[in-house]
């Protein structure tokens, strides 16, 4: 098991505000396509435990609160949803977003352009995910 610091950028953040968790990758990861399904693996089965434990409401330090109102939202972190992630369809979704370019992703600061890129992820200190957004507007 691998520890490898992944940089987060909360998707309604209004804060210029990046994030750095701590995800445990296999040994045996070793392409993008691979690290892009451990990944979300670890990312749908949080969030299935946030929404499983969502009953215990968990109090806010004024600190906390503080932050979340300056993101416009203060919330409990509390999973409202009635369903559990699918973790095939999260997966293929996130190896779709990868291929189309709205997802970009770097090692160190190596920028990971294929599914099948090597990556050695003894050797990496950190993992940025950028999802990229259209600009509203005409195309031109």
Do not use: H
Not at 53 to 79: C, H, P, R, W, Y
Request: hydrophobic fraction near 40%; include cysteine; glycine fraction near 6%.
């Amino acid at each position: 098991m691998i520890n490898i610091k992944v940089n987060v950028k909360s998707a309604g953040s209004k804060k210029n505000k990046i994030t750095a968790i701590i995800i445990p990758y296999d040994d045996n990861v070793n392409d993008v396509k691979g690290l892009l399904e451990e990944t979300v693996k670890y990312c749908v089965e949080s969030y299935n435990e946030r929404r499983e434990n969502s009953e215990l409401l968990q109090a806010l330090t004024l600190s906390q609160i503080k932050d979340k109102a300056s993101e416009g939202k203060v919330s409990f972190g509390m999973n409202y949803g009635e369903k559990n992630a699918d973790l095939g369809k999260s997966v293929a979704d996130a190896v779709e977003a990868f291929e189309d370019g709205v997802v970009v992703l770097f090692a160190d600061d190596n920028k990971l352009e294929d599914l099948d890129d090597k990556i050695d992820l003894s050797a990496t200190e950190s993992l940025t995910f950028i999802k990229l957004t259209m600009l509203a507007g005409r195309m031109w």
